[in-house]
Nanobody, 124 residues
Framework: VQLVATGGGTVQAGGSLRLSCIAS????????IGWFRQAPGKEREAVSV????????YYESSVYGRFTITKDTTKDTASLQMSALKLEDTAIYYC??????????????????WGQGTQVTVSS
């Protein structure tokens, strides 16, 4: 049972990246998906959450309108499409899952399984 995050890299400001989170050994059907990021010297913060049921979403204010979270249960894959990237988006990005979670689940402590993290670097 694991999550594998892919898709990080280096991109110029204004560019786009798509992060993917692949579930192995279990189905994402009943799980909320959280994408978190952690920049050096800062706490891990929730960037976006997709509820386990109902398709409700949450976006942190600084990424609202630029990032889109999705889940494909047929492939047990979650994604975070990031556009119009800014220097301040530079961080390690993590995906995580929480069984039955809602968009109010924004604390890392509420998530039970984590991907390994993928570095996103936005350059000027």
């Amino acid at each position: 049972v694991q999550l594998v995050a892919t898709g990080g890299g280096t991109v110029q400001a204004g560019g786009s990246l798509r992060l993917s989170c692949i579930a192995s050994g279990f189905s994402l059907d009943d799980y909320a998906i959280g994408w978190f990021r952690q920049a050096p010297g800062k706490e891990r913060e929730a960037v976006s959450v997709l509820s386990a049921h109902g398709g409700n979403t949450y976006y942190e204010s600084s990424v609202y309108g630029r990032f889109t979270i999705t889940k494909d249960t047929t492939k047990d894959t979650a994604s975070l499409q990031m556009s119009a990237l800014k220097l301040e988006d530079t961080a390690i990005y993590y995906c995580a899952v929480a069984r039955g979670g809602s968009t109010w689940w924004r604390s890392p402590r509420q998530y039970e399984l984590w991907g390994q993290g993928t570095q996103v670097t936005v350059s000027s």
